[in-house]
């Protein structure tokens, strides 16, 4: 089955620790984002790739930080300067370009110990 | 600085009637509108989109209707039924050299009740 996904569900981190949340696709899509959801908000956009080695900040980069070695993987690191990382993330992907809408994963739920 | 806008934090709609979501925006620079579907810990299903050439697009039950000169769109669903209560969100991008950075509104919890 063609999906994007991201492991694991849950994640706790002790403070001052770095993370890194996976984020897989076999759906051959060009472009990945990662977005923050907090409590009764939408999503924000923390970073996005449009093509393989290539990334770009979006509207909250600060704290983090990804790569993308591979077509398929996204892979984003919370730092320790992240001052408020507890938060459900979200990868999505897509074919790139306009008119193509994004699809998502299930998310990672990370929690400060 | 929210420059989409969902107001209603929640909707209750009978089975089987209308269910109408709303969504602003401020940004008129953006052309292409989507709604998004989503359970508590899962991540969002895509439901439907529409470009700023079109004023409105229909998909099954679902029916996104946009009004530019109002920076308003909506979503219609009918007949409204049990397993879409859910969080719908409304994005918007702007087409920047092929990226597309969606920007969400905040949510609306829509309730069907039997």
């Known amino acids: 089955d063609g999906g994007i996904t991201q492991s694991p569900k849950y994640l706790f981190r002790k403070e001052g620790q770095n993370v890194t949340l996976s984020c897989e696709q076999n759906l051959n899509h060009d472009a990945m984002y990662w977005y923050r959801q907090d409590p009764g908000q939408g999503l924000r956009l923390i970073y996005y790739s449009q093509i393989v080695n290539d990334f770009q900040k979006g509207d909250i980069a600060e704290g983090y930080s990804v790569s993308r070695e591979k077509k398929e993987s996204f892979p984003l690191t919370v730092t320790s300067a992240q001052k408020n990382p507890t938060a459900f993330y979200l990868c999505?992907?897509?074919?790139?370009?306009?008119?193509?809408?994004?699809?998502f994963g299930d998310g990672t739920r990370l929690s400060i110990l | 600085d929210q420059q989409v806008k969902q107001n209603s934090p929640s909707l209750s709609v009978q089975e089987g009637r209308i269910s109408i979501l709303n969504c602003d925006y401020t940004n008129s620079m953006f052309d292409y509108f989507l709604w998004y579907k989503k359970y508590p810990a899962e991540g969002p299903t895509f439901l439907i989109s529409i470009s700023s050439i079109k004023d409105k697009n229909e998909d099954g039950r679902f029916t996104v209707f946009l009004n530019k000169s109002a920076k308003h769109l909506s979503l219609h669903i009918v007949p409204s039924q049990p397993g879409d209560s859910a969080v719908y969100f409304c994005?918007?991008?702007?087409?920047?050299?092929?990226?597309?950075?969606?920007?969400f509104g905040q949510g609306t919890r829509l309730t069907i009740n039997p």
């Open positions: 994005a918007a991008s702007a087409n920047m050299k092929g990226a597309q950075k969606l920007v």
């Open positions: 999505a992907s897509s074919m790139g370009g306009w008119l193509q809408p994004q699809h």
